[in-house]
């Protein structure tokens, strides 16, 4: 089996419009199977270091998974 690499881009949704511009764009050129980018859920369960981060507060990210490529790897 050749190694091959998977490409995965995840934004915040604050910057909704690069992601689904970018997703589009790369379903366009083959390159993903789907148009949308799936919706993630983050939450925090670490204290974190910053305090003004609440770590009880569900963040939304966009992801977008690209197909597997084998022209990537160095042999």
């Known amino acids: 089996m050749l190694p091959s690499v998977r490409f995965q881009i995840e934004q915040s949704i604050s910057n909704y419009g690069y992601i689904h511009h970018l997703t589009e764009l790369l379903f366009k ?6 148009p949308i980018p799936k919706k993630v859920a983050k939450v925090k369960s670490k204290k ?3 305090r ?11 992801k977008l998974t690209m197909f597997t490529f084998t022209t990537f790897c160095t042999f």
């Open 52 to 62: 003004r981060i609440n770590p009880n507060v569900i963040r939304y990210n966009f």
């Open 48 to 50: 974190s270091e910053d």
């Open 29 to 34: 050129l083959s390159y993903c199977i789907n």
